[in-house]
């Protein structure tokens, strides 16, 4: 973790100078950040330092004021919310702290839903979804209501709904930040033994530094800017830009 490596291909993720205020308050301050594809990178950092804003950057949901942010060869800041809203539901999955599944659904139908709404067949999404329940631990949960699971199951029924479409990007806001160690760490392993083997690129924002360090690199902000940005750009030459 933390080492510059040398790349020979283009970032996944590039940003440069990004801005973002929310009225007076200066939430991003010129994030320069480079992002690999396949990369488990973790964003650490104080309370309101711009985590869920770089966050929500990089996925497209807010625009930034300034600077640039390219996804593969898509400027996003030139697409328009319509466009946005189909990138993210085509390439990205969503995974929050807490509170993010249906309440009246059982676990298997919050699963499905991603696909029925990309407009599978009901069989065939509900058996891709007690198939990802299988694979996170959650088999004899298929039935349950949110209600009825622990923390930690419940966010593992969210992981597999973010994985369901198979995303390219899977973005998580402090998944782990409402569970004890132990039901944290169980989430973080899976989530990342899942996403290594398929090559999904993650992004997780954290304050525990045992969920970061799944993760093969961090970047802390601070004040809106990466601290230390020597390992926020890589290049061909692994030198900081
Ligand atoms: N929608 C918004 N409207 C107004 N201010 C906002 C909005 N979103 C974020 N901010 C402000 O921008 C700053 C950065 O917020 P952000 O949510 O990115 O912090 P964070 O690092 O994720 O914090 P935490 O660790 O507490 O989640 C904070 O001062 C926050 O109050
Ligand atoms: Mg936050």
Redesign the pocket.
């Known amino acids: 973790m933390n080492e510059l490596k040398p790349s020979t291909h283009p970032p996944l993720f590039s940003l440069r100078g990004v801005t973002r205020s929310f009225g007076q308050i200066e939430a991003l301050r010129g994030i320069d950040l480079d992002i690999d594809q396949g990369e488990i990178l973790a964003i650490m950092g104080p309370?309101g330092s711009g985590?869920?804003t770089l966050l929500h950057t990089l996925a497209g949901v807010i625009p930034p004021d300034g600077g640039a942010v390219h996804y593969g060869n898509t400027a996003l800041e030139s697409l328009g919310e319509t466009a946005r809203a189909r990138l993210r539901l085509r390439d990205f999955g969503f995974v929050f702290q807490f509170g993010q599944l249906l309440p009246d659904l059982t676990a298997l139908d919050n699963v499905s839903l991603p696909l029925l709404l990309q407009g599978f067949k009901r069989r065939v999404a509900l058996s891709q979804a007690a198939s990802w329940l299988d694979r996170l631990g959650l088999a004899d949960h298929r039935q349950a209501l949110p209600g009825e699971l622990s923390g930690g199951q419940a966010q593992r029924v969210a992981v597999a709904r973010a994985l369901v479409t198979g995303p390219k990007v899977l973005f998580a806001?402090?998944p782990t930040g409402s569970l004890d160690s132990l039901a944290a760490e169980n989430v973080i392993s899976l989530l990342t033994d899942i996403t290594r083997s398929s090559g999904t690129t993650v992004i997780i924002?954290t304050h525990d530094s045992r969920t970061a360090s799944y993760a093969d690199r961090e970047v802390v902000v601070r004040d809106g800017r990466i601290s230390g940005n020597a390992n926020a750009l890589r290049t061909p030459e692994g030198v900081h830009a």
Do not use: I, L, M, R
Request: no cysteine; net charge negative.
């Open positions: 309370s985590k869920s806001d402090e924002v």
